[in-house]
T-cell receptor
């Protein structure tokens, strides 16, 4: 079964509003979670690393004030897209690695969130 | 920098065999993953290779040659449900999430 849960799966919002996406690890505690964005027919692009108890680490070119990340507990990370614009419409996916299964264990992905900004 | 190449699209016939290639140029290589991704869904883990050679898992096999910077995913007895994108991802120790993804190969299975 799924080990990483992501909610909501789809969201449509109006331009200028904010949207919050939740990511939960179900069977393990994740001090680190990862947020990706994927545009149609493109690869997964890492946006940021969510760190429990400290600030998120953002990849180059990703606006930290626009994509707010909060890692409130060892099993929950949230991504808030603030003041969303149509160009933010994309597929957002979170992932985590079970630390108990080794350094190079696979990333487990949530089911993704399809964001459409009108 | 990191660079991963794989074909954009491939077509194969139901019941046949298909090989999807991946070449990479990375620093700090520490393994290679293959993921399957159906349209509109998140990737699911298929295989992991860290040593040279072939790893077999049911209908799917994955091969790695570190000296050549090359891997392939072999799918046997193709089924219609195998139509998906297949992502090659290199694990680089010391990276943020450790993974650099290729753009994926869109595999189309025809009856």
């Amino acid at each position: 079964g799924a080990v990483v849960s992501q909610h909501p799966s789809r969201v449509i919002c109006k331009s200028g509003t904010s949207v919050k996406i939740e990511c939960r690890s179900l069977d393990f505690q994740a001090t680190t979670m990862f947020w990706y964005r994927q545009f149609p027919k493109q690869s997964l692009m890492l946006m940021a690393t969510s760190n429990e108890g400290s600030k998120a680490t953002y990849e180059q070119g990703v606006e930290k004030d626009k994509f707010l990340i909060n890692h409130a507990s060892l099993t929950l990370s949230t991504l808030t897209v603030t003041s969303a614009h149509p160009e933010d419409s994309s597929f957002y996916i979170c992932s985590a690695r079970n630390p108990g299964t080794g350094d190079s264990s696979p990333l487990h992905f949530g089911n993704g969130t399809r964001l459409t900004v009108t | 920098g990191q660079n991963i190449d794989q074909p954009t699209e491939m077509t194969a016939t139901e019941g046949a065999i298909v090989q999807i290639n991946c070449t990479y140029q990375t620093s700090g290589f520490n393994g290679l993953f293959w993921y399957q991704q159906h349209a509109g869904e998140a990737p699911t883990f298929l295989s992991y290779n860290v040593l040279d050679g072939l790893e077999e898992k049911g209908r799917f096999s994955s091969f790695l040659s570190r000296s050549k910077g090359y891997s392939y995913l072999l799918l046997k007895e193709l089924q219609m449900k195998d139509s998906a994108s297949y992502l090659c991802a290199v694990y680089v120790r010391g990276g943020a999430d450790g993974l650099t993804f290729g753009k994926g190969t869109h595999l189309i299975i025809q009856p």
